[in-house]
């Protein structure tokens, strides 16, 4: 199996800080991978490079083997991203948002309206595709963001805190069409602060702390190899705030 996401010696400095300290994942295609840390620890500026947004100081970085800065505009058609912040206007139709990001990545009319109807239905947003964004619920709205990221069929989805803010109900229903959406071939990698959600999830998970990979392992191993004593499994919240405060020892 090939490897959707290579990433080789990764280091991102800046003038006063080092955000990432040469860190190395491979994710292979169709898997679920999660990457976990805390505020600050590097995974915002992963998935910046990842998706060309930020500017990498060294190392390698390649999607279905296409250098993210090299080959940059193949790479993107390549993946999709849902940011954690709200990035739309708000003034805009639902049915716009998806129209004009299909519009980008150069798919046709007719095309574009298949895709934005069918994506819509899915997500259960078909009645609300003449609505401005401001009118929206907090899940509506993020299921407009994954709709938009997948509006251009990518092979890779990266979910940066893709439940945040949204209802038990919300959160419950998208981790279903997540799941579906990987059944099908679509490689994702997802960062949450909802530990429970990648224990639900992922197949492998790596944690960064200060910009360094401390653990990446499956989700089976992590909470066998960090679980309580006589051998029972742990939490995968109890296992990050173990591997976490180990660090910092």
């Not at 083997?65 to 954690?84: C, H, I, M, S």
């Not at 790596?206 to 909470?223: C, F, P, R, S, Y």
């Amino acid at each position: 199996m090939q490897s959707a996401i290579s990433i080789h010696n990764l280091t991102k400095k800046y003038p006063h800080s080092v955000a990432l300290h040469g860190i190395n994942l491979e994710i292979k295609e169709g898997e679920f991978f999660g990457l976990l840390g805390q505020n600050g620890a590097g995974k915002t500026t992963t998935i910046g490079i990842l998706t060309g947004l930020t500017t990498k100081t060294s190392g390698e970085v390649m999607l279905f083997g296409k250098d993210v800065e090299k080959e940059y505009e193949d790479a993107r058609r390549l993946v999709g991203l849902v940011p954690q912040e709200f990035n739309f206007d708000i003034f805009e139709k639902v049915y716009n948002i998806l129209d004009f990001n299909a519009g980008y990545f150069g798919i046709a009319k007719e095309e574009r309206k298949k895709r934005v109807e069918q994506l819509l239905r899915q997500l259960g947003l078909w009645e609300k595709r003449n609505e401005s964004m401001r009118t929206l619920s907090g899940g509506m709205k993020r299921k407009v963001m994954i709709a938009r990221a997948l509006v251009h069929k990518p092979k890779i989805l990266i979910l940066d805190e893709p439940t945040a803010g949204v209802d038990v109900e919300t959160r419950k229903s998208l981790w279903e069409y997540i799941r579906e959406l990987n059944k099908s071939g679509t490689t994702i990698l997802l960062t949450t602060h909802y530990l429970e959600e990648a224990e639900a999830l992922c197949e492998r998970i790596a944690i960064i702390h200060h910009g360094k990979i401390i653990k990446l392992d499956t989700k089976e191993n992590l909470l066998k190899g960090e679980g309580k004593e006589h051998g029972t499994k742990n939490k995968l919240e109890d296992v990050f705030m173990k591997l976490t405060q180990e660090t910092m020892m």
